[in-house]
């Protein structure tokens, strides 16, 4: 009798599509959950995955450009986060529409971190777009989401990669992805920004003064200084985060199989290297298919 599969899907921000190519590879070789925990981007993934718009997902990732993203990336200057997050919030509405966790054909957790507390938070019921929308609440970046009156924030804070939780809700095969594995060190401050400098350049010329939205743009993405720029902080720190977080978790409570595709090269925002990280997520799969193949033995 084959065991119970639970994957755990972690954060890692653009990394997070290579859970797509990790998804698909695994289903061609047979392998299909029985239950999905996805933090942040893992919980976007997941989530679309059992929802059955994992093809939308992908085919909008693919098309993704360096300057379409901006285009969903509301700025403002007050509230709890820089970035509204309204449009894709709209996004992923208008994908899974109505959708509620409960109704979907597996258990699924999209995991949460509680403002006030710093409680951990698995979200396992209610509406599924709002559910993933708190899940990738990266603080500062996007605004808190309010769930059964808690303000949530990003998942990533209290668990990266939630094997923990796949196991508390009954799997027996725990198969966790980590996108973070090989990233400790490598800042990639450069890469996160890549392409951002040029934000509202080809909408301005000399003869055209910059809008206050640009001018906020240059000053927070800005890596023309001495020093880092203040988005190149964050991303940087939240590898460190993630990281640390991610390591001690999965020593106390370690996965069965774990899957670690090589993403060090790529920045934290490079969300329009789709086919790479795709491709990748596949290719770590194919690795670990020995220790994936023997677990199963063993444990049925």
């Not at 090989?182 to 934000?199: H, K, L």
Request: charged content about 25%.
């Amino acid at each position: 009798m084959a065991p119970k599969i639970g994957i755990a899907l972690g954060s890692g921000v653009a990394r997070g599509w290579a859970h797509i190519g990790v998804l698909r590879r695994l289903e061609k070789e047979g392998i299909k959950p029985d239950l999905i925990c996805g933090t942040s981007i893992g919980a976007l993934v997941g989530g679309l995955y059992l929802s059955g718009d994992l093809d939308t997902l992908e085919e909008w990732a693919r098309n993704l450009g360096k300057m379409s993203l901006f285009r969903f990336l509301d700025l403002r200057l007050s509230g709890g986060g820089l970035i509204s997050g309204k449009k894709l919030f709209k996004l992923i509405n208008d994908t899974v529409g109505d959708k509620r966790i409960e109704d979907l054909n597996m258990p699924f957790a999209a995991i949460t971190t509680e403002l006030g507390t710093g409680h951990e938070i698995w979200v396992r019921e209610g509406s599924l777009a709002k559910a993933i929308n708190a899940s990738y609440a990266l603080p500062g970046l996007f605004s808190p989401q309010k769930i059964d009156r808690r303000w949530l924030i990003d998942g990533a804070l209290t668990n990266p990669v939630p094997a923990s939780v796949c196991r508390a809700l009954g799997a027996r095969l725990v198969i966790a992805v980590n996108l973070n594995a090989d990233v400790f060190g490598m800042t990639n401050a450069g890469n996160e920004e890549t392409g951002v400098e040029m934000i509202g350049q080809e909408e301005n010329s000399m003869f055209t003064p910059p809008s206050p939205m640009n001018l906020l743009k240059h000053r927070f993405f800005d890596r023309s200084g001495t020093e880092p720029s203040m988005f190149g902080v964050m991303m940087s720190s939240l590898n460190i985060v993630q990281d640390r977080l991610s390591r001690s978790r999965l020593a106390g409570d370690p996965p069965d199989v774990h899957i670690a595709p090589r993403l060090a090269h790529m920045g934290l925002l490079e969300f329009d290297r789709a086919d790479e990280m795709i491709r990748e997520g596949e290719n770590a799969v194919e690795r670990a298919l020995p220790f994936l193949h023997h677990a199963l033995k063993v444990l049925s």
